[in-house]
């Protein structure tokens, strides 16, 4: 597509219910990246693909928390048992350069609309 | 850890002036510096990326410099106008590549018409 998708963009979910969200990013995008934003704090890096593995987990908060992605496309953030804390706007962002060989220009990350999860 | 201070929170100049945003960082060993602004209810915006071995980067009325042995960064935008209303953040990465950034809360501008 021309741009990266998210989706839902919206959420409302009680706790301990489960989530997915769903990124569809810029066809041809090699690297794919989760961030969170939560209210008055600033984006909180999550996880990165490249192509399906992700090399990096860590930044994940808990195991409650997964991702994957297939066919070096779509990936899915899931989250388990749902809390609180976990509101939040999860955003998706892609970039054509496979992380590691950095250049400039060609490294721009292009990052979706969102999805803002509420947890009641 | 990385921290990213932006300061100030919120700015609102009058249509036309010129300003300053900054950014400042604790951990100098960075490899890239980002700028990026937010419109509300959208996703990021890219505006110029930095690399490590260089000092600034201009793009049209914006020009960022990046002096990393002091951990600042400034983002200059030029005869500024309405539609630059928005919310600039930047970040440091600590390795090649976007995976890892971390980002400061912001500086929300409003230009004044």
């Known amino acids: 597509g021309a741009g990266v998708s998210q989706s839902p963009s919206n959420k409302v979910t009680e706790k301990g219910k489960d989530v997915e969200l769903r990124c569809d990013p810029i066809?041809?995008?090699?690297?794919l990246y989760w961030y969170r934003q939560s209210l008055g704090q600033g984006l909180e890096f999550l996880i990165y693909f490249q192509g399906n593995s992700a090399p990096d987990k860590s930044g994940l908060p808990s195991d409650r928390f997964s991702a994957e992605r297939t066919g070096g496309s779509v990936s899915t953030l899931t989250i388990q048992r749902t809390q609180q804390e976990d509101s939040a706007v999860y955003l998706c962002a892609s970039s054509l350069v496979v992380p590691g060989s950095f250049s400039s220009g060609a490294n721009v990350l292009t990052f979706g609309a969102g999805s803002r999860l509420t947890v009641l | 850890k990385q921290e990213v201070t932006q300061i100030p929170a919120a700015l609102s100049v009058p249509e036309g002036e010129n300003l300053v945003l900054n950014c400042s960082f604790t951990d100098s060993a960075i490899y890239n510096l980002q700028w990026f602004r937010q419109d509300p209810g959208k996703g990021l915006t890219s505006l110029l990326l930095?690399?490590?071995?260089?000092r600034e980067q201009t793009s049209g009325r914006l020009n960022a410099s990046l002096d990393k042995s002091s951990g600042r960064s400034t983002l200059y935008i030029a005869a500024s106008q309405p539609g630059d209303s928005a919310t600039y953040l930047c970040a440091v990465g600590p390795n090649f590549g976007n995976e890892k950034l971390t980002f400061g809360t912001g500086t929300r501008l409003t230009i004044i018409p």
């Open positions: 066809s041809g995008h090699t690297a």
């Open positions: 930095i690399q490590s071995s260089q």
